[in-house]
């Protein structure tokens, strides 16, 4: 109940925000959330020099299951009916998430890989198309484009919401662009009005990646429904998991049928089982996975409201201490699904302490950090791919080169240099959690001059 209360008040200060990306407003969401601690004079000396851990209980694990899980499985598999050709599973979730998330098509598919993969084929992008993407996503996001040998150019990620800099894009577009791809990191809401804005204005459509952002919404809009598709991934660390899967939602017809058909090695979804209408793959979900995320689904919301309400309240501690920037969100997110919780690291307000040393002094008091992604426009396999006989034949030197100038990313790179994440799993747990992790950040910065002279 405590959490239902502080997301409706959470929800309440939303509307009424302001301009500007949000900061305070996790401190309005924060549930009768105490007075940050201050390090006490005497504070305890951190794991990493020797002391005791702040804890040593893991923090929840994942995935969640009962006996909803064990009877969908089961019923699925005595029925002996495990694929989507003969069962009703599949459509029956698809069913039931194109009306969680307000679309009148869902399409399931074996992965978040192949959902946008399948989204961007059944639009027609390849060869000779340039496709809009950030930097700062899993590489999946920019694998599809490849897929179809289209053309990725990176746009910069705006540092304060770890999301793609949506005033960046226009400087970016060509006449070869064909489609937007923005992606909804870490459970937050890339800038859509402006990205919106920019799409009807010069007429290149939208496909949302929000393969990390399941529940979470734009101005109360789910995410993947504002764009002309919307890909999800159900990848065992996902909010909402069938250890793979993945689906399309849209409220174009025309482009869900073409999808199913892709799906579906080129076999349409109604008609003869040999009438192929174009070339496709089998990117099919099972029955068995679309049961399981039917009894996932039963407790998203409850699983979502109270990582809303844990975040929120870890915010309002760690925005308290120097040198820690939790991410930010636009003001038109009215949901943050918080797959991940994202933070900066600034060494210089820790003595200089490098971000490697850091998070090892924070996985010995007990708290699970990492650094998150690397610069995905400077990775050597993409060179490769752009050097290679197909690219150059398609592209030519010049187009490679100034696709490769066009996707200088400064801002990411740094980002990529800062970033801290902590996994959603670490939000389901107590409040008392949330204390653990500002505590050991705290106890780390106390000790930072040492940590860092034991650690050179
Ligand atoms: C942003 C993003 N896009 C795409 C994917 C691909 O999803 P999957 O692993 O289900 O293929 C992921 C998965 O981690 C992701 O995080």
Sequence with gaps: M??????????????AGGA?????????????????????????????????????????????????????????????????????????????????????????????????????????????DEVIVPPYTFVATINAVLMLHALPVFVDTDIETFQIDASKIAAALTPQTRLILPVHLGGSVADMDTIMGLSTARNIPVVEDACQSHLAQWKGRHVGSIGKAGCFSFQASKNLNSG???????????????????????????????AYRHAGLNLRLTEFQASLL????????????????????????????????????YPGVTRNAYHLYMFRYDPSAFVGLPRAAFLKALRAEGIPASSGYSPLNTEPFL??????????????????????????????????????????????????DMDHIAEAVRKIQKYAGEIARQSN
């Excluded at 405590?2 to 509307?15: E, H, Q, S, Y």
């Excluded at 002391?51 to 064990?70: C, H, K, L, N, Y």
């Excluded at 996932?296 to 120097?322: D, V």
């Excluded at 791919?385 to 990313?409: D, H, M, N, W």
Aim: include cysteine; charged fraction near 15%.
């Design 20 to 128: 500007s990306i949000v900061a305070s407003r996790h401190a309005a969401a924060a549930p009768q959330a105490a007075a940050p601690k201050a390090a006490p004079l005497t504070t305890p000396r951190p794991a990493v020099l020797g002391g005791t851990p702040i804890r040593t209980a893991a923090f929840p694990g994942w995935p969640v299951q009962d006996s909803r899980e064990e009877q969908a499985m089961v019923a699925v598999l005595k029925s002996g009916k495990w694929g989507r050709g003969v069962g009703g599973q599949v459509k029956a979730f698809e069913t039931q998430y194109a009306a969680l998330t307000g679309t009148q098509h869902c399409l399931a598919t074996a992965n978040g890989t192949s959902a946008l993969l399948t989204t961007l084929a059944a639009m027609g992008i390849g060869a000779g």
């Design 383 to 432: 060179a490769s791919v752009f050097a290679s006989t197909g690219y150059q034949r398609i592209y030519g030197a010049a187009t490679l080169k100034s696709a490769e100038e066009r996707s200088r990313t400064p801002q990411n790179d740094r980002l990529c240099e800062e970033a801290v994440w902590l996994t959603q799993t670490m939000l389901i747990g107590p409040r008392e």
């Design 294 to 329: 039917m009894a996932q689904m039963t407790r998203l919301e409850t699983q979502f409201a109270h990582r809303e309400a844990n975040a929120a309240y870890l915010t309002k501690q760690l925005s308290q201490i120097p040198g820690i920037s939790p991410a930010k969100m």
């Design 2 to 15: 405590t959490i239902n209360r502080a997301r409706r008040k959470f929800l309440g200060t939303v509307a």
């Design 244 to 274: 793979e899967g993945g689906a399309i939602i849209s409220n174009d017809q025309a482009l869900v049928d073409q999808a199913y058909a892709f799906h579906n090695n080129g076999r349409p979804g109604s008609g003869s089982d040999f």
